[in-house]
């Protein structure tokens, strides 16, 4: 029997600089939280339920990882993983090792993946966002405020030329931005080049009649080649987005899309990811958002800050908009400290169940630097999505002239059957 055993994953050290690191939340299953610990570590790196005969003591000196922090009460644990356990700029092994069987280990009843710290060497295998904050503001002409947006609804069952017009009436009502729905694709009553096409017709419109830049943010999502000739379609037409649903294309389309690096801005929605980052068996929502921001989204659905519908902590969302804006992430609770090096910042989104009673508060806890997109909160507005989105944008002139809501609605009356329908969060 070889006695190549591994003993023990535990070591008191500090992670190198080239360890990357990640921190779990673990329930444990009839076992110790070390026992789990133990399990955790060996299977998503080198190790498996027993001692194998094939081992080698050159691979546990290069490739053990390092359990150096447990701690019962809060049921945490940090483990050090040697860089050479991962194949650099390949964002799925990364995850096959550090998010992939532990999920399903006996000896785990639940088990979080809380945060990942990626070391330098992994972060420059990556290109990250093309654009990121400063370039889309660049491109859009607007300096400071936030960006306004509509999702054009319903979500399904408009032609191409009604969703143009629709799209034409949210650009004149004072929409920057017009992005079609996570489930709008290519379908049999709104093709896609079909919906391009005549979209991009009213935007030209459009921004003639308003004299502001107005974009277009058409949903490729679909079968990573299919997605790529979407893409160079959009690039013939010459727009300057495109959107991907992140977590149903998965990770290696992401990849595939920003390397074809064919300068278009990639809004990243993450439909599907509250399968598993909600609830605390899974993986948080920090961690999808530095893996979109390493592999390069230029904008990114963060949530509102419990302000919509969906489910979305404060603190939780606050975390994120920090974590994909700025350059060092200083070590706090469930944020481990990150470097991003040449990494450019990732613009915020905020959507789901959005109207113009939100944007005060909104602009309050998020800040200005942030994407502010609203459908029903427009095209439910009962004058109709002209006067929808001249409301929110009448909210979001408010807010960054801190002038009181209704106040300000009692000279703008799209605002004032805002809040008449909706109120004041
Ligand atoms: C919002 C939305 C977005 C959600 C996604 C929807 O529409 O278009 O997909 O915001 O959630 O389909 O629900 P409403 P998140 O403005 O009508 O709610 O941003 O949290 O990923
Ligand atoms: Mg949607």
Redesign the pocket.
């Known amino acids: 029997m070889s006695d190549y055993k591994i003993r023990s994953y535990f070591e008191k050290i500090n992670p190198r600089e080239t360890d990357l690191v990640c921190e779990f939340k673990v329930e444990p299953n009839k076992v110790s939280l070390e026992k789990a610990a133990q399990h955790i570590a060996a299977e998503s790196s080198i190790g498996t339920w027993t001692d194998v005969t094939t081992l080698k003591p050159r691979i546990i000196h290069k490739l053990k990882p390092k359990i150096f922090f447990i701690d019962k009460k809060s049921k945490t644990v940090r483990i050090a993983y040697p860089i050479d356990l991962f194949e650099k700029g390949n964002m799925p092994q990364i995850l096959s090792s550090i998010a992939g069987n532990i999920f399903g280990m006996g000896a785990v009843k639940k088990l979080r993946l809380e945060d990942i710290a990626f070391p330098k060497a992994i972060i420059n295998s990556f290109l990250g966002p093309r654009f990121g904050i400063m370039g889309i503001r660049k491109i859009t002409r607007i300096k400071k405020r936030p960006l306004v947006g509509t ?1 054009i ?1 319903p ?1 399904l069952g408009l032609s191409s030329k009604e969703h143009a017009l629709v799209a034409y009436d949210a650009w004149s009502g004072g929409c920057d931005i017009v992005k079609d ?2 489930n709008l694709t290519s379908q049999g009553f709104n093709s896609f080049e079909e919906r391009l096409k005549e979209t991009l017709k009213m935007r030209e419109k459009a921004e003639a009649e308003t004299g502001e830049k107005k974009m277009y943010v058409p949903n490729i999502t679909a079968e990573t080649c299919e997605m790529i000739s979407r893409a160079k379609k959009v690039k013939e037409y010459n727009n300057e987005y495109v959107m991907i649903d992140i977590i149903t294309s998965g990770f290696a389309a992401l990849q595939t899309l920003r390397k074809e690096d064919l300068g278009l801005i990639i809004h990243a ?3 599907g ?1 509250a399968a598993f980052t909600r609830g605390d068996h899974g993986i948080s929502m920090l961690t999808i958002a530095k893996i979109s921001r390493l592999i390069g989204v230029d904008q990114l ?1 963060i ?2 800050a419990q302000l ?3 489910e ?1 902590p404060k603190e939780e969302v606050l975390g994120i908009e920090e974590e994909i804006e700025e350059s060092v992430i200083k070590k706090k609770s469930h944020m481990l400290e990150q470097k991003w090096f040449n990494i450019k910042p990732v613009f915020a ?1 905020t ?4 109207y113009p009673g939100t944007i005060p508060k909104l602009v309050q806890r998020m800040g200005s630097n942030i994407i502010i ?5 427009i095209h439910g507005h009962k004058n109709g999505t002209i006067a929808g989105a001249a409301a929110m944008r009448q909210a979001v002139d408010a807010a960054m002239n801190n002038i009181d809501l209704r106040e300000y609605a009692k000279e703008h009356r799209e605002l004032k059957q805002a809040i008449k329908q909706w109120g004041v969060a």
């Open positions: 999702i609804k979500k729905d996570e929605h993450r439909a990811h659905h949530g509102t919509g519908k969906m979305s989104v959507s789901g169940g959005l997109q609203a459908g029903g909160g």
